[in-house]
T-cell receptor
């Protein structure tokens, strides 16, 4: 079956530091890959996505590149802000119907950014 | 913008009670999902539905049931609440299999 592995957290950074959150996956075929973010007290919202190999998703200064050769989708941001403090989830979805088409999530990682 | 509304932000229920969690979406999406979120476990899929009156079990359906009588509404039912069902419950919708999911704000359920 499909699975997503995220690096262990939590992560604490100072404002303007560089951020990398690792994500690797196991899936059959060519899944779509997503990063979702959950701000305190809220539901999840899509941060960025990539639907095929070598695609780069980007939003709000965050980027992630779909690397099929390493089955990875690492999230990066060059300069984090206090407002980026949240829980980040990596997820994948297969392209076929049925069970493979459901979102599979990693366990999430909490990011805290200090002023 | 897609709006996914869950009926309660916080809920406290007693052990053995029947609990209903409601989710309503306003964008005519076909697919709807219920997840629970627990620290260290991420999101786990309870049930999902690809059409009205249709439902399929997710990864952890035990102790839950669902109802989808109308396209815009997907209800999660805890038949007899237990303390191990204390959790954050998240509803999600998507237009189709190939599109992204949109989430509600979550219901934090405490069973005492």
């Amino acid at each position: 079956g499909n699975s997503v592995t995220q690096m262990e957290g939590p992560v604490t950074l100072s404002e303007e530091a560089f951020l990398t959150i690792n994500c690797t996956y196991t899936a059959t075929g060519y899944p779509s890959l997503f990063w979702y973010v959950q701000y305190p007290g809220e539901g999840l919202q899509l941060l960025l996505k990539a639907t095929k190999a070598d695609d780069k998703g980007s939003n709000k200064g965050f980027e992630a590149t779909y690397r099929k050769e390493t089955t990875s989708f690492h999230l990066e941001k060059g300069s984090v802000q206090v407002s980026d403090s949240a829980v980040y989830f990596c997820a994948l979805k297969g392209l076929s119907t049925g069970a493979n088409s459901k979102l599979t999530f990693g366990k999430g990682i909490t990011l805290s950014v200090r002023p | 913008d897609v709006k996914v509304t869950q009926s309660s932000r916080y809920l406290v229920k007693r052990t053995g009670e029947k609990v209903f969690l409601e989710c309503v979406q306003d964008m005519d999406h076909e697919n709807m999902f219920w997840y629970r979120q627990d620290p260290g476990l991420g999101l786990r899929l309870i049930y999902f539905s690809y059409d009205v009156k249709m439902k399929e079990k997710g990864d952890i359906p035990e102790g839950y049931s669902v109802s989808r009588e109308k396209k815009e509404r997907f209800s999660l039912i805890l038949e007899s609440a237990s303390t191990n069902q204390t959790s954050m419950y998240l509803c999600a919708t998507e237009l189709a299999v190939y599109t992204e999911a949109f989430f509600g704000q979550g219901t934090r359920l405490t069973v005492v």
